[in-house]
Structure formats: structure tokens, C-alpha cells
């Protein structure tokens, strides 16, 4: 029987596999905010930066068993020049526009589904996650889809301010979301984890119901579906009725 439902973000509920409208967005404010005040040498190095940022995020998607590898080398480089001093109003305002704007990025084929089983059977959702948790909350909020809990990334604070992202889930999800189940006690057995990326490999070898997203790759998905991994749904019929039978 079904007990919990866990979800990989990027390129399982949200379209995009590196978060990048999130932080990107970020990087644009910080340009500008130089610009207005004339900051030169701020504008210079945040150019420089952005173009080192731009040659990992193209590797990172030319190469996703690398991915972790890449966004920690991503977040490195952005730390000093971009998340770090923003104020604590700034960011929450930011997030709020971004989970705005990012809702047609959402799968419906996956959240219309899971929203309504949570709804009528009680079964919790939640994230394990590399990207953004207070980005991903925002956005699951604002798309009505209620979360119990998300694992994810970071910003640490130093007082009202930014002090920096800590990228700490990466490559290492599985490991978390055992620890995570171990706490709740609850057995890996009953839950179905939704997932759509080489580092999900191991969290769906963990669970008893593995499920490859609809933008898992081609060729991830022919080999994790012909090996009985996880299941591939078809569509949205498929998987709802998948859901529904595991709920019971």
C-alpha cells in the first residue's frame, strides 16, 4: 500500500533540469542593480563570471551523470558576485514573482493527479531535490498542490541578509531520502518516488513504486523502462490509474 509519494524536482514536476529562470533571474537583478549605480567594476566582473556560468550550465546539460558536479562549480561562482547580500524581503518578493511566472512550466500530467489522490486518500507529497527549496515551495504553493516536505537546497542567512546558496543535495538524494524515510518510519517498500534523472537511479532502486517523469530523457527512460527500474507512463490516463491503484 502506498504511504508516501516523493518527487524529484527539476524535470519531474518543473520543466526546466537546472532551475536556471530561478537563478538566472537572480544574476539579471544583480546586473542591473550594478548598472543603475554606476558600478563599472561590478558590471565587468559579473560579465566575466556570467560567461564561466553559461560554459557549466552547457556542460552540465551535455552531460547529465556530471550534473551535480557542474551546479556546485555554478553556485561557486555566483555566490560572492550574486546570492550573497541580498536582503531577506528582496529574495521572498523575487521567489513570489518567479512562482508566478514559472506556473505553464509545471506538469499538470503529474501534479493535476497527485494533488487530488493527496487530497482524498491523505497520502503526503513531498520533494527531494538539488534545487531551490524556498523556489519549489513558492511554486507548489501557488499551483495549489499542498507538500509536506521539501528537501532541497539553501540560501544561509546572516542576519536580514543573504550570506550565500549551499549546494548540499546533489548526488547524494538517495542517501538523504532514506534517512528521511528511516526518520518518519516509514518502509521504502510503500512509497513511490517520481523522478527523472541519472541521480534518481538509485532512489528508485530504494522504493518499492518507481516512476519515470514525462521529461526523463528518451533514452533514460527506454533503458530504465525495458529493465523493470521504474515504470514509464505513457501519459497522464496511465499514470493516474497507476497512482490510484497503489493507493488503493
Not at 55 to 67: D, F, N, Q
Not at 93 to 119: C, E, F, K, N, W
Not at 163 to 192: H, T, W, Y
Not at 204 to 217: C, E, I, T
Request: net charge neutral; proline share 6%.
Amino acid at each position: 500500500m502506498l504511504r508516501t509519494i516523493v518527487c524529484d524536482w527539476n524535470g519531474t514536476l518543473y520543466r526546466e533540469p537546472l532551475e536556471e529562470t530561478y537563478f538566472f533571474g537572480l544574476c539579471r537583478q544583480a546586473f542591473w542593480r550594478a548598472a543603475r549605480r554606476g558600478r563599472l567594476d561590478k558590471l565587468a566582473g559579473l560579465m566575466t563570471r556570467g560567461v564561466r556560468c553559461l560554459m557549466r550550465y552547457r556542460a552540465a546539460k551535455g552531460e547529465p551523470h556530471r550534473v551535480p558536479e557542474h551546479i556546485a562549480e555554478i553556485v561557486e561562482l555566483l555566490n560572492p558576485a550574486v546570492f550573497a547580500g541580498l536582503r531577506r524581503e528582496e529574495l521572498d518578493a523575487y521567489t513570489r514573482r518567479y512562482a508566478r511566472r514559472i506556473q505553464p512550466m509545471l506538469d499538470g500530467r503529474l501534479l493535476g493527479p497527485l494533488t487530488a489522490v493527496a487530497s482524498e486518500k491523505g497520502i503526503p507529497v513531498g520533494v527531494v531535490s538539488s534545487g531551490c527549496r524556498i523556489g519549489i515551495e513558492a511554486a507548489l504553493a501557488e499551483a495549489g498542490c499542498p507538500v509536506t516536505f521539501v528537501v532541497a537546497n539553501e540560501f544561509r542567512m546572516d542576519g536580514d541578509r543573504t550570506a550565500g546558496f549551499e549546494f548540499a543535495v546533489g548526488d547524494n538524494k538517495c542517501d538523504l531520502l532514506a534517512e528521511l524515510l528511516s526518520q518518519r518510519g516509514i518502509d521504502p517498500a510503500e512509497v513511490m518516488y517520481i523522478g527523472d534523472s541519472p541521480q534518481d537511479e538509485a532512489c528508485f532502486r530504494l522504493v518499492g513504486m518507481p516512476v519515470l517523469s514525462f521529461w526523463a530523457r528518451p533514452d533514460l527512460r527506454a533503458r530504465l523502462a525495458a529493465d523493470g527500474t521504474a515504470f514509464a507512463p505513457p501519459d497522464a490516463s496511465a499514470f493516474e490509474a497507476y497512482l490510484r491503484e497503489a493507493a488503493g
